[in-house]
């Protein structure tokens, strides 16, 4: 059985950062941060491959955001830099037991959640 432990978020200037971060136990071959802001559907932030490190990213943070993961601890990082109202929401890590490189940005693949934790960018 998978189960992660989210910590951080918080209430932040436009502009500042904020580091979010997800333990992990249980096999899993990817991890994603989702996000889902009041009224609209849960979406993709970014993800990576536990074993292959790679990364993927929603358009909206590429160039801001910046996942992570460490193998020893088992954790999985989400550096924001750059905030912005926009990104106001609920964030949630996800682990999903595989996905095709192409596929690790859809959210169905994703079985095992965090409880999740609030961003809040004021402007």
């Known amino acids: 059985q998978v189960q992660l432990l989210e910590s951080g978020g918080g209430l932040v200037q436009a502009g500042a950062s904020l580091r979010l971060s997800c333990v992990v136990s249980?096999?899993?071959?990817?991890m994603g941060w989702f996000r889902q802001a009041p009224g609209k559907e849960r979406e993709f932030v970014s993800a990576?491959?536990?074993?292959?490190?790679?990364?993927y990213y929603a358009d909206s943070v590429q160039g801001r955001f910046t996942i992570s993961r460490d193998t020893v601890q088992n954790t999985v990082s989400l550096q924001m830099d750059s905030l912005k109202p926009d990104d106001t929401a609920v964030y949630y890590c996800?682990?999903?037991?595989?996905?095709?490189?192409?596929?690790?940005?859809?959210?169905?693949?994703?079985?095992?959640w965090g409880q999740g934790t609030q961003v809040t960018v004021s402007s």
């Open positions: 996800a682990a999903t037991t595989y996905c095709s490189p192409s596929a690790c940005k859809m959210i169905s693949l994703y079985k095992y």
């Open positions: 249980g096999r899993i071959y990817a």
């Open positions: 990576i491959g536990w074993s292959s490190g790679s990364t």
